[in-house]
């Protein structure tokens, strides 16, 4: 059976944008394939995270996973500092990666800005511990948004090396599934920025805790142009706002963009606007509502979140010890 492998960082509350590139195609993958999620809490202090903050985003992050369709006994869902493993095979993955590789990565430039020097060493290395996280369980399959391609590529960069210099055949190929006309939702405020649960203003984003007046707010004050929709695709180009407003109404209710500006083209943005908030709604209300549910009651919570650990280290562990043989550590007691 294909192993899936995905993670997503407790940095924030989840986002439209994590929910439409990623989240939402996670759910019926569970049914296609052995499904395993992980809330990658060890990335996240790559930047700066309050301690209070990060063990209650972690929980908030495993709710709304949870209330966006996960189900713990359908998929294997933990937190990734629960499992050695990911931190282990990590550091082997760090003397693999070639600092040229690591030079290329635009996300760390994103990131790191213009103060690279000021940049934690994690930060830097981030993508090698991605890595780590998809193979130390074989998985071969990895839903994700647009904009985690190019560390797949270094991790399978990382994976074929390992097995060159080794003389091994170790570590499997592994195959991005970025799916969906929503892989990249954009900022409200900036059509050319990703949408992003770390941007400090929290009007660029949609997050999945909102409710029905600020969602309606936020889209009333999403940027825009001044000509109407239009009715064709070519009609958007150019215009990155209007693509992304009408991506997202074609993804929240599962329909290409091309019948969304069949149905809206013509028509201005206040009467759009009304339409997709209304959407947006009747999708993500119940959403919240289940998290609120699920994070009333942490311990039960925690204890799901124990279980996938324990599933979890069951299939990482052997895999990280061969990986141990391989490299030629004394075997411990
Ligand atoms: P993170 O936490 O930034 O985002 C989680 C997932 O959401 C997707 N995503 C988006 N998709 C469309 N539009 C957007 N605006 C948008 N913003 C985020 C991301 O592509 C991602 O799939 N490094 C990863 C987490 C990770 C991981 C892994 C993923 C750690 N280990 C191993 C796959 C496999 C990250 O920061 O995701």
Redesign the pocket.
């Known amino acids: 059976m294909t192993r899936v492998?995905?993670?997503?960082?407790p940095?924030g509350v989840p986002?439209l944008?994590?929910y439409?590139?990623?989240i939402r195609n996670w759910v019926p993958l569970q049914d296609q394939a052995e499904a395993i999620y992980c809330v990658?809490d060890l990335?996240a202090i790559t930047v700066w995270q309050d301690p209070a903050e990060l063990t209650r985003q972690t929980r908030e992050m495993a709710a709304a996973l949870i209330a966006c369709g996960l189900d713990p006994q359908r998929c294997i869902l933990f937190v990734q500092s629960h499992v050695r493993a990911h931190a282990e095979l990590a550091w082997i993955f760090n003397c693999v990666a070639r600092l040229g590789w690591l030079n290329r990565m635009t996300q760390f430039k994103d990131k790191a800005g213009k103060n690279q020097e000021a940049s934690s060493a994690g930060l830097y290395v981030y993508p090698n511990l991605?890595a780590a996280?998809?193979l130390t369980y074989h998985a071969t399959k990895?839903p994700?948004?647009?904009?985690?391609k190019q560390?797949l590529e270094l991790a399978n960069d990382i994976a074929q090396k390992f097995n060159h210099d080794y003389g091994v055949d170790f570590f499997p190929t592994i195959e991005p599934l970025i799916q969906g006309v929503?892989?990249?939702?954009?900022s409200l405020r900036d059509g050319t920025k990703?949408?992003?649960k770390s941007d400090p203003s929290d009007q660029s984003r949609i997050n999945l805790t909102d409710d029905a007046d600020t969602i309606a707010l936020k889209i009333r004050r999403a940027k825009t142009d001044a000509e109407p929709l239009p009715d064709h695709m070519a009609g958007l180009e150019n215009r990155p706002e209007a693509r992304n407003l009408v991506g997202i109404l074609a993804g929240i209710t599962n329909t290409l963009p091309e019948n969304v500006l069949r149905e809206h083209g013509g028509q201005g943005f206040g009467a759009f606007k009304g339409t997709l908030a209304d959407a947006l709604v009747a999708h993500l209300g119940p959403i919240a509502a289940e998290m609120k549910r699920l994070l009333d009651d942490p311990a039960a919570l925690d204890a799901a979140l124990h279980v996938g650990a324990e599933r979890a280290r069951a299939i990482a562990e052997p895999i990280c010890a061969r990986a141990r043989e391989i490299v030629g550590f004394l075997p411990a007691k």
């Not at 929503?182 to 954009?186: K, L």
Request: net charge negative; no cysteine.
């Open positions: 492998f995905s993670g997503i960082q940095s986002t944008g994590n439409l590139g990623a990658v990335h991605m996280d998809i990895v994700v948004g647009d904009d985690q560390h929503a892989a990249r939702v954009m990703k949408m992003s």
